[in-house]
C-alpha cells in the first residue's frame, strides 16, 4: 500500500462529500452557543434550544447573564446536562463582560493561544469545545480533534489511537498547511465520515472513500 498523506485523505474526502458548510450558525456568538450545548448531545437537540433562546430573545452575552438559571435551565434543557452547560455558557459571558467591556469581537480577536488559554480556564470546557471556538467563531487556524478523528485515522494506519489529543493535532498541524478553511472543511469532512461510514461498529467499508488507503478497509473486505 502506497503512503497515505493527510491531504491525500482531505481530497479524497472532499470529492466524496463536497463542501460542508461548517459551522452552521449566523453569528460568532451562535457559533460559541452551539460549541458548548453539543457536548453529548445529537446536533437537532442543540438547534431546538438555540431556537428556545432566540424566541426568548435572549441570545447575547448581556442578556444570556440577566436570565434566572432556572429559566435558562428549561430553556437549553433538549441539550441534556443543562445545569452545567448553563454554567458554562453564564461563565464565558462573563468573561466577555469583565474581561472585554462585553466586546465579542475584542475576546475573539486574541492571539489563538491566548484565547484557547482562556477558553480552557472556564470550568467545562474542554479542548475540543475550546478548538471548535477557536477554528468556527474567532475563524483562528486550530485543529480539531475528536473520537472520530481517533478513529478515522487509527483504522487508516496514520495514527495508532492512543494519541492523546495535543499529540494527534500537531499531526495535523505538521502535515497540512496553517490554513482556517482547509482546517475548517477537513474536520467537518471527518464529522461526515466518521457519522455516516466509518461507524464505531460495522463501518460500511465497501461505500467508504477511503478504503483503498485504509487498513482496516483491506484487511476486511468483506465489511458492511
Known amino acids: 500500500m502506497r503512503e497515505i498523506r493527510f491531504l491525500d485523505v482531505y481530497k479524497r474526502l472532499f470529492n466524496h462529500f463536497g463542501p460542508r458548510h461548517w459551522w452552521p450558525a449566523e ?3 451562535e457559533v460559541i452557543v452551539g460549541a458548548i450545548l453539543t457536548q453529548q448531545v445529537a446536533w437537532r437537540n442543540v438547534e431546538t ?3 428556545n433562546l432566540k ?3 435572549v441570545f447575547d452575552p448581556v442578556s444570556l447573564l440577566a436570565v434566572p438559571d432556572e429559566e435558562l435551565w428549561e430553556l437549553i434543557r433538549p441539550t441534556r446536562f443543562f445545569r452545567q452547560k448553563a454554567a458554562r455558557l453564564k461563565d464565558l459571558c462573563r468573561v466577555v463582560m469583565e474581561g472585554f467591556d462585553g466586546d465579542l469581537s475584542a475576546f475573539l480577536a486574541q492571539e489563538p493561544n491566548a484565547l484557547r ?3 480552557l480556564a472556564i470550568r467545562g470546557i474542554g479542548k475540543e469545545t475550546a478548538d471548535s471556538i477557536v477554528l468556527y467563531a474567532a475563524k483562528q487556524p486550530v485543529f480539531v480533534i475528536d473520537s472520530y478523528t481517533h478513529r478515522i485515522f487509527s483504522r487508516l494506519g496514520l495514527t495508532t489511537g492512543s494519541e492523546s489529543y ?3 493535532q500537531e499531526q ?3 502535515n497540512l498547511p496553517r490554513d482556517v478553511g482547509l482546517f475548517n472543511e477537513y474536520h467537518a469532512l471527518i464529522v461526515a465520515l466518521g457519522h455516516h461510514i466509518c461507524l464505531n461498529r460495522n463501518p460500511d467499508c465497501a461505500r ?3 478504503n483503498e488507503l485504509c487498513r482496516h478497509g483491506l484487511s476486511n473486505p468483506d465489511a458492511d
Do not use: E, G, M, Q
Request: hydrophobic content about 50%; charged content about 25%.
Open 166 to 168: 495535543d499529540a494527534l
Open 208 to 210: 467508504c472513500p477511503l
Open 117 to 119: 488559554t482562556r477558553l
Open 55 to 57: 424566541r426568548r430573545n
Open 27 to 29: 453569528t460568532a456568538f
Open 49 to 51: 434550544a438555540i431556537a
Open 172 to 174: 495535523f498541524v505538521k
